[in-house]
């Protein structure tokens, strides 16, 4: 699998680990998203965000990332990959003085308004380990509607011959 990790990636995975083993990263530019699948950035993003990261993108960086919610509502997938869980927003393990209600209902409004799939992966390891995860599912899940496409149009090449 060749993922495409941005050029503006402030804190990049590695994916070096045995389990990525056949994972070749290229550096690119994204229009939205950390992270895509070569061949379909036009499909899918994956954007990283630390929790501190992820307050200060809900707040002095909102508008920015209202804008990147936009175009990511014209993929058939995008995601906010969270490298902490909710339980460290309850706890106010960050930063900020952003309330843990403000800025978990702020999530929620912008996965319904934007169609943002958002994913609490616990830690920077379990941040990697979804991104890769979900790409790799994504990219299997294009070559079987690839394949189905050319069995339909075998099977109806083969149905006019006859």
Same mark, same amino acid.
């Given at each position: 699998?060749?993922?495409? *990790?941005?050029?503006?990636?402030? %804190?990049?995975? +590695?994916?070096?680990?045995?389990?990525? +083993?056949?994972? #070749?990263? /290229? #550096? @690119?530019?994204?229009?939205? @998203?950390?992270?895509?699948?070569? &061949?379909?950035?036009?499909?899918?993003?994956?954007? $990283?965000?630390?929790?501190?990261?992820?307050?200060?993108?809900?707040? +002095?960086?909102?508008?920015?990332?209202?804008?990147?919610?936009? $175009? &990511?509502?014209?993929?058939?997938?995008?995601?906010?990959?969270? !490298?902490?869980?909710?339980?460290?927003?309850? $706890?106010?393990?960050?930063?900020?003085?952003?309330?843990?209600?403000?800025? =978990?209902?702020?999530?929620? +409004?912008?996965?319904?308004?934007? @169609?943002?799939?958002?994913?609490?992966?616990?830690?920077?390891?379990?941040?990697?380990?979804? #991104?890769?995860?979900? =790409?790799?599912?994504?990219?299997? /899940? *294009? *070559? %079987? $509607?690839? %394949?189905?496409?050319?069995?339909?149009?075998? !099977? *109806?090449? @083969?149905?006019? %011959?006859?």
């Amino acid at each position: 699998m060749k993922i495409i *990790q941005d050029s503006r990636e402030q %804190a990049p995975y +590695a994916f070096n680990a045995p389990r990525y +083993a056949g994972t #070749v990263v /290229e #550096v @690119g530019t994204l229009q939205t @998203g950390d992270y895509s699948l070569h &061949g379909l950035t036009d499909r899918i993003a994956l954007e $990283r965000k630390s929790l501190s990261d992820l307050c200060g993108t809900l707040t +002095a960086g909102r508008e920015r990332f209202k804008r990147e919610c936009e $175009r &990511g509502r014209g993929l058939e997938y995008f995601a906010l990959m969270i !490298e902490a869980s909710m339980d460290d927003v309850r $706890r106010h393990n960050y930063r900020s003085q952003m309330t843990p209600q403000s800025l =978990l209902q702020t999530l929620a +409004a912008w996965s319904i308004r934007y @169609g943002l799939h958002v994913h609490w992966c616990g830690s920077r390891e379990g941040g990697e380990y979804m #991104v890769h995860s979900l =790409l790799g599912k994504f990219l299997r /899940e *294009q *070559q %079987a $509607r690839l %394949a189905a496409l050319v069995r339909a149009h075998g !099977e *109806q090449e @083969g149905g006019e %011959a006859a």
